[in-house]
């Protein structure tokens, strides 16, 4: 486990790890958090992503993870882990409420002049308020103002 010395201990890491005998899959490598506890001075690892019991002790680095469930669990576990994470960045309420604000936020842009009319149209259109907008009479006489140049 020399590999475990070099990490940072006030951190969580997914590492490879085998199962039990008493698994479903006794020969199978899984996925299971690993982190330091400090009064056992030692690396310990939780049970496998799938919900299986492992066997204390991560394997090698690198070591093909063989559980399709616990393989299916990885991106998640592998954002949560990451430095930075914000747990409101997985939380629905949080996210729809960034949404709403940012869809407030385009409602109220301008879009007067020609080069941020396109642009804004598109972002709208992405954040489903596209048809929730009119177009004002002076982006009419734009668009009026573009067909007649281009005649």
């Known amino acids: 486990m020399t590999e475990m010395t070099e990490l940072d201990k006030t951190r969580r890491y997914l590492r490879p790890v085998a199962a039990t005998m008493i698994s479903d899959d006794p020969d199978g490598v899984h996925l299971a958090v690993s982190s330091w506890l400090p009064m056992f001075d030692a690396w310990a690892t939780g049970p496998g992503l799938c919900g299986q019991s492992m066997q204390q002790?991560?394997?090698?680095?690198?070591?093909?993870?063989?559980c399709a469930e616990c393989q299916a669990w990885r991106p998640k576990?592998?954002?949560?882990?990451?430095?930075?994470?914000?747990?409101?960045?997985d939380d629905p309420e949080a996210l729809r409420a960034t949404l709403e604000r940012i869809r407030a936020d385009v409602r109220g842009m301008c879009n007067c002049c020609l080069t941020n009319r396109d642009r804004l149209v598109r972002i709208r259109r992405e954040l489903g308020i596209g048809?929730?907008?009119?177009?004002?009479?002076?982006?009419?006489?734009?668009?009026?103002?573009?067909?007649?140049?281009?005649?």
């Open 57 to 66: 002790g991560a394997l090698p680095e690198g070591t093909a993870v063989t």
């Open 131 to 151: 048809d929730e907008w009119d177009k004002t009479k002076a982006e009419q006489d734009a668009e009026d103002l573009e067909s007649e140049e281009t005649r």
């Open 77 to 89: 576990y592998e954002r949560m882990l990451a430095p930075g994470y914000n747990k409101d960045d």
